[in-house]
């Protein structure tokens, strides 16, 4: 993969500079030599094809080939996932890249057990956008997802309502996802799904994540970790949409 990601500031112009970690993964790493072709992201919709033009110890200049601008996908879909310990939640944020979420906001919930000071939340925080950047070059994603700062489950209650459909999660269980898209006469354009920790949700939260209109939904008969149901249901969120949007009539 010779794929790189630069911020849409950094890519006006015919000519781009590489610096710092991504400078350093193409001559370190990938061992890039002039006139080599490289795929340069910026995380808001444009793909660059480009030649690598000069190589320093510090800094990569490419020239643009070619520039392609990616539209949004049709449904857009927000991770509400409670903190998770260790790595793991660095690994929900790679694999929701992957699947296509175009948000993550990790909660503080009660059973959460890190519970992050302002300094280490700030620190996590960085570390999940890093995440992401990684995991668009992996990818090859043009759209980089909105990671936010760590939140508590009453901060994001109050937006809960602005998704088209929005679902929950939980070993409570609930319906699956199809018998809750199928009814809908309009594809819905957006629609979060909620991700409890280790241990669940407690039964307040899912009254008040349910009550704000999330969809209580089944992953099955068995006992998923949290991240595992993180990933399985943005995985089913997705193709389940991406079947309504292909089998809906031309507006």
């Known amino acids: 993969m010779r794929r790189f990601y630069l911020p849409p500031a950094a890519c006006q112009g015919d000519k781009l500079l590489l610096t710092d970690r991504e400078a350093h993964h193409a001559a370190h790493v990938l061992r890039l030599h002039p006139g080599d072709e490289v795929t340069v992201l910026d995380g808001a919709g444009t793909r660059l ?3 690598v033009k000069n190589l320093s110890r510090k ?4 020239s643009v080939r070619l520039r392609q601008k990616i539209p949004r996908p049709p449904f ?3 991770l509400l996932q409670a903190i998770v310990k260790g790595k793991t939640m660095e690994t929900i944020v ?5 699947l296509g979420a175009s948000r993550v906001v990790p909660l503080i919930t009660e059973r959460v057990v890190s519970q992050l000071d302002a300094q280490r939340s700030d620190s996590k925080h960085e570390k999940w956008q890093l995440t992401a950047i990684e995991s668009i070059k992996q990818c090859g994603s043009p759209w980089l997802p909105q990671i936010d700062a760590p939140k508590r489950l009453h901060e994001i209650l ?7 459909v929005a679902f929950v999660a939980s070993l409570r269980g609930g319906s699956h996802i199809r018998q809750w898209l199928e009814p809908l006469r309009i594809p819905p354009r957006s629609a979060c799904v909620w991700i409890g920790p280790e241990g669940d949700f407690t039964n307040p939260e899912l ?17 998923l970790r949290a991240d595992t149901a993180a990933i399985a249901s943005l995985a089913v969120l997705r193709s389940e949409a991406d079947c309504l ?3 809906a009539p031309a507006p």
């Open 207 to 223: 009254d008040a994540i349910e009550a704000s209109g999330a969809k209580p939904i089944t992953l099955g008969p068995l006992v």
């Open 59 to 62: 800094t990569i200049e490419l």
């Open 245 to 247: 949007n292909a089998t």
């Open 158 to 164: 109050k937006e809960a309502g602005s998704f088209d």
């Open 94 to 98: 790679e694999k929701a890249t992957e």
């Open 49 to 51: 094809t480009c030649a």
């Open 76 to 78: 857009e879909i927000t």
